[in-house]
């Protein structure tokens, strides 16, 4: 008697128990669902930002052109046989993780007078956000440097985009960054910054109407117990893509001053150049 009344109790229990597993199926994978939506992907409510303009960037080393980096980096020889300024001119890929998102070149002339130093580097910006398009979120990251700069007069919009709040940039993105163009950290030693970088208001950290879809210049004279260099970087973006270029002398005399007039011309000729060239496609 015992196991027939047993028998019908198990059977109920485990109809029970499948009913139960299979309401709670049910409920989970209604649950997951929402939790595994991501922004930008099907079944997310916001929309995906647009694409930006360019897909790809060029290789850095060999966009700059030969006789501009002559000019920058001027030796005063004729270069025509000498294996060694060949190699000063060919430039340094910088090391980045990603080339399709970001790439670089640096060059370096040495001389007894001092020495200057040239870099490149450009940033192809991909939004992540939903709704946020590549162009909008570059747009971000310029007002985000040209705050940090102090760059007087920067426009509303650049403002506006630098203290929205959103993610911080990918570290592939942030090498450096200069690297991404904000004022270069103080070099070890303690220097000691000169004042204004020119008597000129010309000359002037200052905004550019020249260059792609928004641009700036910055100028820093430091000097130190061993010289005085001078730091000139300009940032500049079209479309979805962030260039900077650092240009630097550093003079062993410190009664010889760098020519903010000088450097920030050659500077400011080079980013025409890179604005001109349109990237990559």
Not at 20 to 34: D, K, N, P, Q, R
Not at 123 to 139: I, K, L, M, T
Request: glycine residues 10%; proline residues 8%.
């Amino acid at each position: 008697m015992q196991r027939r009344a047993y028998a019908p109790a198990a059977a109920l229990a485990a109809a029970l128990l499948a009913a139960v597993l299979a309401a709670c199926g049910g409920s989970s994978g209604g649950h997951g669902g929402g939790n595994d939506a991501k922004p930008g992907r099907a079944g997310a409510t916001a929309p995906v930002g647009e694409p930006g303009k360019y897909r790809s960037l060029p290789e850095p080393c060999g966009y700059v052109n030969r006789d501009t980096l002559r000019r920058m980096l001027p030796t005063g020889d004729d270069d025509a046989g000498d294996p060694e300024l060949q190699k000063l001119y060919k430039g340094q890929a910088a090391i980045t993780y990603d080339t399709d998102r970001r790439v670089g070149c640096r060059w370096k002339l040495e001389t007894p007078e001092g020495t200057r130093h040239l870099s490149v580097d450009f940033e192809r910006v991909v939004s992540y956000q939903p709704g946020v398009s590549d162009e909008e979120r570059a747009q971000e990251l310029y007002g985000r440097l040209a705050t940090a700069a102090k760059i007087p007069n920067a426009s509303a919009s650049a403002s506006a985009s630098a203290s929205a709040s959103a993610p911080q940039p990918s570290p592939s993105a942030s090498s450096g960054t200069h690297a991404q163009g904000g004022a270069s950290p103080a070099p070890s030693g303690s220097p000691t910054p000169s004042g204004s970088p020119s008597a000129d208001p010309k000359l002037a950290p200052r905004t550019l109407d020249d260059l792609g879809d928004e641009a700036y210049i910055d100028d820093k004279l430091v000097t130190t117990g061993s010289g005085v260099h001078r730091d000139i970087a300009i940032v500049f973006r079209s479309a979805n893509v962030l260039v900077t270029i650092a240009y630097d002398q550093y003079s062993a005399d410190r009664a010889h001053i760098p020519s903010s007039e000088d450097l920030q011309g050659k500077a400011h000729s080079l980013a025409r150049e890179l604005d001109a060239g349109h990237f990559g496609n």
